[in-house]
């Protein structure tokens, strides 16, 4: 069984406990009417969910590092998540997507909330990414990638698939403009906030944490790093943070709040 048909299975029976059939039938439609006004973004990345900082890198693992041995003294942040690494695989990669659409309840309303809206959640793959530092990526055509060639850790996978999602909710939400800087500060503002990207305890063993405003300090750097590997906003990135900070650092929907992991 493929990771598709595993997801599709999980999809189908939650569908099945919790919407009849012609308002499944509705929201396909509806649907597919969003997917028309969006096909002029079809292979345009919205977000390319990276390692963005220097206390972000993971460094690449050896079979000590993947077993939890990793005697390495490294300063850095990757040296301190080095015990939680794991070799990267396509096997692990799929298991943990495929755990995550199974279990996170997180993941899950943000999907519920994006069908109440119109649209199926994106399709989903694990496949090697060409950028060293990237975890994952979103387009509306595509739908989500996660990075199976990337040394990682479940945990990671996890807030990347819902980093994703979180962008592909914001494109069938609002109708994001990929060329529009301030569009993409906002979504990524959101992203960090609701992924658990930003995870006190994580972040820790970064070395990126703080007793004061961490969340917030968190969400700003990572909003600004992932603006700064686009091109077309990498001169404008702490701008477009900047400017849109305020509404977008606050907005939660469809949470009510900052989610817990």
Same mark, same amino acid.
């Given at each position: 069984?493929?990771?598709?048909?595993s @997801?599709?299975?999980?999809l189908?029976?939650?569908n %099945?406990? !919790? /919407? $009849? *059939? #012609? =308002?499944n039938?509705n929201k396909i439609?509806?649907?597919?009417?969003?997917?028309?006004e969006?096909?002029?973004?079809?292979?345009?990345?919205?977000?390319?969910?990276?390692?963005?900082?220097?206390?972000?890198? @993971?460094?690449?693992?050896?079979?000590?590092?993947? %077993?939890? !041995? /990793? $005697? *390495? #003294? =490294?300063?850095d942040?990757?040296?301190?998540?080095?015990?939680?690494?794991?070799?990267?695989?396509n096997?692990?990669?799929?298991?943990?997507?495929?755990?995550?659409?199974?279990?996170?309840?997180?993941?899950?309303?943000?999907?519920?909330?994006?069908?109440k809206?119109?649209c199926?959640p994106?399709v989903?793959?694990?496949?090697?990414?060409?950028?060293?530092?990237?975890l994952?990526?979103?387009?509306?055509?595509?739908?989500?990638?996660?990075?199976?060639?990337m040394?990682?850790?479940?945990?990671n996978?996890?807030n990347t698939?819902?980093?994703?999602f979180?962008?592909?909710?914001?494109?069938?939400?609002?109708?994001?403009?990929?060329?529009?800087?301030?569009?993409?500060?906002c979504t990524?503002?959101?992203a960090?906030?609701?992924s658990?990207?930003?995870?006190?305890q994580?972040?820790?063993?970064?070395k990126?944490?703080?007793?004061f405003?961490?969340?917030?300090?968190?969400?700003?750097?990572?909003?600004?790093?992932?603006?700064?590997?686009?091109?077309?906003?990498k001169?404008?990135?702490?701008?477009?943070?900047?400017?849109?900070?305020?509404?977008?650092?606050?907005?939660?929907?469809?949470f009510?709040?900052?989610?817990?992991?």
């Amino acid at each position: 069984m493929t990771i598709s048909d595993s @997801i599709k299975n999980i999809l189908l029976l939650k569908n %099945n406990n !919790n /919407n $009849n *059939n #012609n =308002n499944n039938n509705n929201k396909i439609k509806e649907n597919n009417r969003i997917e028309n006004e969006n096909d002029n973004y079809d292979d345009v990345i919205i977000c390319n969910h990276k390692m963005n900082s220097k206390n972000e890198e @993971i460094a690449p693992t050896d079979d000590d590092t993947t %077993n939890g !041995n /990793n $005697n *390495n #003294n =490294n300063n850095d942040g990757g040296g301190a998540l080095n015990k939680y690494v794991r070799k990267p695989t396509n096997q692990m990669c799929r298991e943990n997507v495929e755990k995550t659409f199974k279990e996170d309840p997180i993941l899950q309303f943000i999907i519920k909330e994006m069908m109440k809206l119109g649209c199926l959640p994106p399709v989903i793959t694990c496949e090697p990414c060409d950028s060293l530092d990237a975890l994952g990526s979103f387009t509306p055509k595509k739908g989500v990638i996660i990075c199976d060639n990337m040394p990682t850790f479940p945990l990671n996978i996890r807030n990347t698939v819902v980093h994703e999602f979180v962008h592909a909710y914001d494109m069938c939400k609002n109708k994001l403009n990929p060329f529009n800087c301030e569009h993409l500060a906002c979504t990524e503002i959101r992203a960090a906030n609701l992924s658990g990207d930003c995870k006190w305890q994580l972040e820790a063993l970064k070395k990126n944490f703080g007793v004061f405003n961490h969340q917030a300090e968190c969400a700003k750097r990572r909003a600004i790093g992932s603006l700064q590997s686009n091109p077309n906003c990498k001169d404008v990135a702490e701008m477009a943070v900047n400017k849109v900070w305020e509404k977008c650092n606050k907005d939660y929907y469809p949470f009510s709040n900052i989610p817990r992991i």
